[in-house]
């Protein structure tokens, strides 16, 4: 469980950095790439896309994850 809290919050941080304008600020990212971690995760499953196992394929996913929840959540902003 904390490793999932670890890894999402790394990933919103990451995607939060790749967005233009640099998402929703520290905090809300981090919680936002926690959603987006568990998003990213259920997505490429069930696509059946697997990524390396270990840290660096779960972040990859985390990041591409939280990348989407950070443009919808912009969407919503708007």
């Known amino acids: 469980m904390l490793y999932a ?4 919050a ?3 941080f ?4 790749m967005m233009k304008g640099g998402g929703f ?3 809300i990212n ?8 568990v998003v ?3 997505l490429f499953g069930v696509l059946g896309i697997s990524f390396m196992d270990g840290i660096v394929g779960d ?5 591409i994850g939280a990348a989407v929840v950070l443009f919808i959540a912009g969407l919503i902003k708007k």
């Open 59 to 63: 972040l990859i996913e985390g990041v």
């Open 40 to 42: 990213g995760g259920w």
């Open 5 to 8: 809290i670890l890894i999402g």
């Open 30 to 37: 981090m919680i936002l790439g926690i959603v987006g971690g």
């Open 25 to 27: 600020g520290f905090l």
């Open 10 to 12: 790394l990933a919103g």
């Open 14 to 17: 990451l995607a939060g950095k």
